[in-house]
């Protein structure tokens, strides 16, 4: 059973590590790099076709992406992001606080705090 365990541990480790997400399918919650930014963004996964993921977007946005431009979905309390504050258009680097489905606390570095949605904010 060990010798399972760690096979299965080191291809999620790998899988993770290359920032692909294993097993992804349609109705998924992942990140995914917009536009190839390097900035990650929460959605969905609506179609999945070989490698290739369409994502809804929480803010709307649809993007076709290939499977090395998603990742499982992890955005919990500790998870460094940065958010749109107020929705005005500017983005500030903070720290979740509390994650309740689409639903964020954050905790910004200036000292500021808002309850924001998953829409709002991104990470690297």
């Known amino acids: 059973m060990r010798p399972f365990l760690l096979a299965t541990t080191a291809l999620l480790l790998l899988g993770f590590a290359t920032g ?16 190839n930014t390097g900035y ?19 803010d709307g946005d649809v993007e076709t992406v290939s499977s090395r431009a998603i990742r499982p979905y992890n955005w919990a309390a500790g998870t460094r992001v940065d958010c749109n504050w107020k929705g005005a258009g500017t983005w500030y680097p903070g720290t979740i606080a509390a994650a309740n489905g689409k639903r964020l606390n ?19």
């Open 20 to 35: 692909s997400a294993l097993a992804q399918s349609a109705g998924d919650r992942v990140l995914a790099n917009y536009q």
């Open 40 to 58: 990650w963004f929460a959605g969905v996964i609506a179609e999945a076709a070989g490698k290739n993921y369409t994502i809804h977007y929480d």
């Open 106 to 124: 954050i905790d910004y570095d200036d000292g500021d705090r808002e309850t924001t949605q998953t829409a709002m904010c991104r990470s690297r």
